[in-house]
């Protein structure tokens, strides 16, 4: 709310001061992007309210495990969550497959890898960044054909721009902006 009332603020001076509208796009976009994650983080509180009922609601267990993964990026919580979304085969199967006792760790990360494949941003990032570990933790048993793959697939995970470095460069933008 406090977002949306510093936009408000801001359009309402950008107006006062004459700007063309064409040229307050980047504010239009961004009223979009806090607007989406509001009515996420909404729908995120309430399956959280649901589980308190209803603890094997896959819709409910769905939504809060994905907010975990992508919004929070706490694995440990999102799993059981995850395993019990049955309306979301993929991101259960992935699941089920990690909390396994003694579940290879190629496997996991190729099911994880697979369905970031099928996703946007930011689970797609979050997804590929998790299949990573699974993926080192694999390499010094894999066979010369296989660490190729998983070679060829770290590297394209350690491209991917790390959401500490993300939140480090917000940081450095707000405060380069506020004074």
């Given at each position: 709310?406090?977002?949306?009332?510093?936009?408000?603020?801001?359009?309402?001076?950008?107006?006062?001061?004459?700007?063309?509208?064409?040229s307050?796009?980047?504010?239009?976009?961004?009223?979009?992007?806090?607007?989406?994650?509001?009515?996420?983080?909404?729908?995120?509180?309430?399956?959280?309210?649901?589980?308190?009922s209803?603890?094997?609601?896959?819709?409910?267990n769905?939504?809060?495990?994905?907010?975990?993964?992508?919004?929070?990026?706490?694995?440990?919580?999102?799993?059981?969550?995850?395993?019990?979304?049955?309306?979301?085969?993929?991101?259960?199967?992935?699941?089920?497959?990690?909390?396994t006792?003694?579940?290879?760790?190629?496997?996991?990360?190729?099911?994880?890898?697979?369905?970031?494949?099928?996703?946007?941003?930011?689970?797609?990032?979050?997804?590929?960044?998790?299949?990573?570990?699974?993926?080192?933790?694999?390499?010094?048993?894999?066979?010369?054909?296989?660490?190729?793959?998983?070679?060829?697939?770290?590297?394209?995970?350690?491209?991917?721009?790390?959401?500490?470095?993300?939140?480090?460069?917000?940081?450095?933008?707000?405060?380069?902006?506020?004074?």
């Amino acid at each position: 709310r406090d977002a949306e009332s510093l936009l408000d603020q801001v359009d309402a001076t950008l107006t006062k001061m004459k700007v063309a509208a064409s040229s307050r796009q980047a504010l239009t976009d961004l009223r979009k992007e806090i607007t989406a994650q509001k009515e996420k983080f909404e729908a995120f509180q309430q399956a959280k309210s649901v589980l308190d009922s209803k603890p094997d609601d896959p819709d409910a267990n769905f939504t809060v495990g994905r907010w975990l993964v992508t919004e929070e990026r706490q694995w440990k919580l999102a799993l059981p969550h995850l395993a019990k979304s049955s309306n979301s085969k993929p991101w259960q199967a992935a699941a089920v497959l990690e909390l396994t006792p003694d579940a290879e760790a190629v496997k996991v990360g190729n099911a994880w890898w697979e369905l970031a494949e099928s996703e946007g941003e930011p689970a797609k990032r979050e997804l590929l960044l998790h299949a990573g570990k699974w993926y080192e933790q694999a390499l010094p048993n894999l066979t010369t054909l296989s660490k190729k793959l998983i070679d060829q697939r770290l590297t394209v995970i350690a491209a991917l721009p790390k959401p500490e470095a993300k939140a480090a460069s917000s940081r450095k933008s707000q405060s380069g902006t506020s004074n």
